[in-house]
């Protein structure tokens, strides 16, 4: 058998400089490097304190980046083609997805997202919130359809029971969306007291089944890091 990889993630660190700070993309990686069952170390990062290292490390690069047997990545999705790629079958699970269209699902969520909790102006936050709410919708309505394998089982299936975006287990595209409505759903409530309305059963079933997975609950910052990082981005509204 072949030697097992030597693997190091570099995440953001806390405020506080003790756990990991708010990184969706530190947070992707983290989840797929637990998902692949690879062995890996974790370092977090403290940003005030870490110039020195970081330029030893990466020159001229925030984390998260990955040293993988010597070799040093920073590209995020380079990293993880990269590693879909190097943790391969038999040794680890594949993780990508088995329909292209669970890739882009929710991708426009996030900047609807910025639009709506940047804008301190009560007249145009009904308008902001419709439109990041559609994009939520969008969503739900994908993860409520049943997938063509699920079709396959049953023909006369018309709402889709599965787990995750691609299926019954989290791929690449889920290590992709879920950090994100982590940080969505923390900040809306906050700054709106906005919750992702009940009636989109399929993204709360979704939600509900992730928030229950290790690889993702484990891998979440503190909600308290999520609103540092957001207290000079996100505004309440003018009254």
Known sequence: MAESPKIELFVKASVDAESVGNCPFSQRLFMILWLKGANFTLTTVDMKRAPAVLK????????????????VKTDTNKIEEFLEENLAQPEYPK????????????????????????????????????????????LNMYLETPLPHELD??????????????????????????????????????????????????????????YKQDQFRYTCPNASEILIAYHSVAKYLNK
């Open 153 to 210: 089982e049953n023909p006369n299936a018309t709402q889709s029971t599965r787990l995750y975006l691609d299926g019954e287990s989290l791929t690449l595209a889920d290590c992709n969306l879920l950090p994100k409505l982590n940080i969505v759903k923390v900040v809306c409530k906050q700054y709106r007291d906005f919750d992702i309305p009940k009636e989109l059963k399929g993204l709360t079933r979704y939600l509900d089944n992730a």
């Open 56 to 71: 030893a490390l990466a020159p001229g690069s925030q984390p998260p980046f990955l040293i993988f047997n010597d070799e």
């Open 95 to 138: 993780l990508c997805c088995r329909y292209k269209e669970s890739n882009g699902a929710g991708d426009d969520i996030f900047r609807k997202f910025s639009g709506y909790i940047k804008n301190p102006n009560s007249g145009i936050n009904n308008m902001l919130e419709t439109k990041f709410l559609s994009t939520l919708v969008k």
